[in-house]
Structure formats: C-alpha cells, structure tokens
C-alpha cells in the first residue's frame, strides 16, 4: 500500500500528523477542562464544544476560497502561526472568573480561525499530487494513507493529556476522580445544603488525599479545582510544542510537494497543466452530487464527534474506573504500539516480494508477540489500571491506524474482482455501520440512572458498565469513519470542479461544521432523557441518512466516473 506513492505525500502527512497530535491533545480534555475550571453545566459544556467544533470546520470554506485567489501554501503557513497564537493563549491561567471565559473563547476562535487556513488546503495539496496520471489510481489508497497519519498523531494526544493531568495533581498531592470536580463547585455553591450523598462522597474523596486536606472542605475544593485547571492549562500546551514540529516538517520538506502548491489560476498561467474544461451543466451536476453527500455527512459527524462530548461524560459517570488482565493493558497506549505493529508486520510477511523482508517482519510479529505475552505475564495479581475519561479516546485513532492496512487490502481484493464499492456507497455503508456503533451504547445503557444535568452524576459502582463497552463502540464506529471520511474526502477531491477545488474542500468541512454543531443536541438532552432513548436518536438519524444515499446512488456514481 505504500509502494508507488510520491514522495509528497509523506511530507504532508507528517505535517498534519504534528498538528492533529496537538489539536486531539486539547480536544480530549477541552469539555472537562470546562466543567472543571468553570463550573458549567453539560448544557452550556455541550454549546461551547460544538460552537467550537462548528467554527474548526467551518472556517475551512473562508480558507478554501482564500487558497483558490492567493494559494494552499500560503494559507497552510499562516494557519499554523494562527493556531500557535491560539493554542498559547489557552495555555495561559488569566484565572477562572469573566477575564478567564474571555481568554478561553478568543483562544478558540485563533485555533478555529488557523485550523480553516490550515486543513481543507493541505488536503487539497495532496489530492493535486494526484492529478498526475501516474498516480491517479491510487488517489483512495493516499487519502487512506493521509487519514491514518492523522490518526497516529491522535493515537497518542490522550496518554499525553493524562499524563500532564497524572503529573501535575500528583505534584500536588492531589488524585483525578471524575466526579469530584462537579462536587466541588456544587459544594462551593451550596455549601452543607448539597445532597448527603454527594457530600459523603467528596469528604470521602477529601480524606483520602490527606496530604492536601486539612479539615476545611471549602478550602480543598477550591484548591482541588485550581490545581485540576492549572494542569489541563499544562497540557494545552503541548499543542504549541507540536505546531513547531508540524512548521518543520512542512518547511524542510516543501520540495517534494511544491509542484502541488498552485490553484487553477496558477496552473494556467504557468502551464503546468492541461486543465479540464467542464461545460457548466457538468459543473452543476458535479456541484449538485456533492452538496447531496455534504447533507448526507452532516448526519455521521453528529453522531461520531459524540466522543468528546456526551462519550467522555458517559466514561467519566457511567464507566468503571479501573480495568485489569489484558483490558487493563490496553489503556497503556505503548501496548497499543505493539499491536499495531504486529498488524503491520503480518501484512508485510505476506506482501513483500523478497526474502529479507519477509525475514524481517517475521522478527518484528515475533518480537510484538512476545513483548506483550511478557507484559501480561508480568501482571501483577488483583493489579489494576487507573483509568482516566480522555482515555478512552486513543482507542479510536488505535482503530484507525491498526484497521487501514486491513480495509485497503479487502477494497484492493475487491478491486482487483471489479466488485469495489464506489466512493458514494462506502459512504452509505458506513452509515449503516454507525448505526450499529450506537446500537452498542443504546443496550448497555438499559437500566442504567439518568445523569444529573446540573450537577454531579454519583453513580454506584455495582452499576459501572465494563471499559470494553466503550471500547467496542469505538471499534464498530472506527469502521464506520474508514468506510465514509477518507472516501468522502478522496470523492470530493475527484469531482469538484478545477476551478471550485479549494471551496468544495471547504464545503465538506463545512458539512462537517454543521454535523459538529448538531452534536450539542445530544449533549443538550443529557441527564432530560434515558440514555438508552438518546443513543437511539442517532440510531436512526444514520439509519435515514443511509436509505438516503442508497437512493441517490446511481446519480452520484455518474459523476464520479
């Protein structure tokens, strides 16, 4: 799958991987960094998140059409600055009161406004080293390729958010339990007046950290949250560190790529191209076809960005807060590692045409297989893993990454038998598959207690579901995103017009803008409904989409000729 691929799309790849380890590095703690700094409800959490979500994927359509007048290159540059701004100021404790709100939104809005310059025109960049007819059959292969180096960044964002959160509150002589930030601003709101429950629950809590409480338990929860905040600001700041190795990356290696770096008004002027005349009824069909899949994708982003919303609410209330065995060695992401270069190396014994590589990734499978059959052995008896909420989020990016080499094989299986699914219906399928992912959490959220909007969520621990339902979910709704994101972008990338490229880039994202802000539904209805009922709404917002798409397919597969 990597052979024959120009040298630029490494380079790009790299580029974003940078970036996105930054950006999921804020994403996996950003709604409980809100509810913890500032008190808010899951409501205002919920509004705040999508907005921001909106706005990342939003602003692309500004960026794209900026790119298509003045060029990617120049726009992807001053998107990383942009987002450096942003990220800095994030990272900053101006305090938790009206000054801290401020600063928290105007670092949102750099990060979105840099991430529109930033994204949509890189993934162009890589669709146009395409346009060569010496790459063009492998177009699906590449944005496959450019999805999972994206996903490897983000596979290890949330070990390093946990670790910062680890470090820091340990430092302080305080341990993270997902309850007991909510706990401390009710309890600094209502004083003794809160539920006996929940008051027993946090002086528990408080006791147990006897090294920062000394009987005052105004005065730890106050501490407790400002030295929860201060580490979440902490590890804010690694997205700084990441841009500058994503602006490395993109300026050493701008050669291998430049030629990809020119709209259509600059490929005309230096005649770098034959550029496709369309006849305006085909420009409008080509149009058309993709806003129907940009409604379509709406529906999907909805439902997946539900991870770092209403997902990370149900691992901090309703998820066991330990795991052992070989559960509990999944949540150490180098253990992850090494499965994946398991996978990867079973792939390579089996594909590679000369001895010494076949010798060699059987040494890597053996080494793999032996390194984790020693780390569980090596299991301490009753010993279990602290799992932390963000945690949860590397298993996605996991996914992706130890999945893709699997999906392209059976696509280039089907491939080869002329029976691969079209771009259109990969993104139906996937659909399809999404609904299945909710239908997980719908199942095991029967009989569970409906969450607290306001306030705290005590749920008692003979009702915790097992870390694997999360995990599973995961799973299922990974498949889902292998089958719809990277073939909608590689679709995209295909039929927009030469002249349109950057806007209908901009336009997916857009899509996507509206899909994320949707999410703050969802989170809107958290702890008003079963949670059963509320994982069914997205059940059947997918299942719609998909006989939607099946309906249309012959239309879009046309245009995708």
């Known amino acids: 799958m990597f052979e024959g691929q120009p040298k630029g799309l ?162 302080a002589g305080f341990k993270y339990q997902g309850d007991i930030p909510a706990l401390c601003h009710e309890y600094l709101d209502k004083g003794q007046d809160i539920a006996a429950a929940s008051l027993n629950t946090l002086t528990d809590f408080a006791q147990s950290q006897a090294a920062a409480f000394n009987g005052d338990l105004a005065a730890f929860a106050t501490k407790y949250i400002d030295q929860l905040s201060l580490s979440y600001h902490y590890g804010f700041a690694v997205a700084c560190v990441s841009l500058v190795v994503s602006m490395l990356i993109y300026q050493l290696f701008k050669k291998t790529f430049k030629h990809a770096d020119v709209n259509t008004k600059q490929a005309a002027a230096a005649h770098q191209e034959n550029l496709v005349e369309l006849t305006p009824e085909q420009t409008r069909s080509r149009i058309t076809a993709l806003i129907l899949v940009f409604a379509v994708v709406i529906f999907f982003w909805m439902a997946f960005h539900q991870n770092g919303l209403t997902l990370t609410f149900f691992a901090r209330d309703y998820t066991a807060r330990t795991a052992d065995g070989a559960l509990g060695m999944s949540f150490n992401v180098l253990n992850l590692v090494f499965v994946i270069a ?45 799992v932390l909420p963000q945690m949860f989020q590397q298993f996605n990016p996991f996914f992706v990454v130890a999945l893709t080499p699997v999906s392209l094989a059976v696509f280039g299986a ?117 949670l059963w009922a509320m994982w069914s709404i997205l059940i059947v917002l997918c299942l719609l989409s998909a006989l939607f798409i099946f309906s249309i397919m012959k239309r879009l597969e046309k245009v995708a000729k």
């Open 414 to 530: 089907l491939a080869k038998r002329g029976k691969e699914p079209s771009a259109p219906r990969k993104i139906g399928i996937g659909m399809l598959i999404a609904a299945l992912g909710f239908a997980v959490m719908a199942f095991f959220s029967m009989g569970l207690p409906m969450p607290n909007p306001e306030g705290a969520t005590v749920v008692d621990s003979n009702l915790l579901v097992s870390p694997s339902v999360l995990i599973n979910t995961y799973l299922v709704l990974t498949f889902a995103e292998l089958f719809l994101s990277p073939m909608g972008i590689s679709f995209v990338s295909k039929v927009a017009p030469p002249k349109y490229k950057g806007l209908m880039m901009g336009l997916w994202f857009g899509a996507t803008a509206v899909g994320n802000y949707l999410v703050s539904i969802i989170g809107m209805l958290w702890g008003r409904m079963e």
């Open 10 to 171: 490494y380079a790009l790849a790299l580029a974003n991987t940078g970036e996105r380890f930054g950006y999921y590095t804020m994403l996996a703690i950003f709604t409980l960094f809100l509810q913890a700094k500032f008190g808010f409800s899951s409501m205002a959490t919920s509004n705040i998140f999508a907005g921001f979500l909106a706005l990342v994927y939003f602003l692309p359509i500004v960026g794209g059409l900026l790119a298509d007048k003045y060029g990617y290159g120049k726009m992807v540059t001053s998107g990383i600055v942009i987002m450096f701004v942003g990220y800095t100021f994030l990272a900053i404790n101006v305090g938790g009161g009206t000054l801290g709100v401020a600063a928290m939104i105007g670092a949102l809005v750099l990060i979105a406004l840099g991430t529109g310059l930033f994204k949509g025109n890189l993934q162009v960049m890589v669709g146009n080293l395409y346009d060569d007819p010496k790459y063009s059959d492998k177009r699906d292969t590449a944005f496959s390729l450019f999805y999972m180096a994206i996903n490897i960044g983000a596979l290890f964002a949330p070990t390093a958010a946990s670790k910062i959160t680890e470090y820091f509150m340990g430092k």
């Open 342 to 386: 398991l996978v990867y190396a079973l792939f390579s014994l089996f594909q590679s045409k000369t001895l010494r590589a076949k010798l060699i990734s059987a040494v890597v499978v053996l080494l793999s297989v032996g390194l984790l059959i020693h780390k569980y052995v090596s299991l301490a008896p009753g010993s279990f893993i602290e």
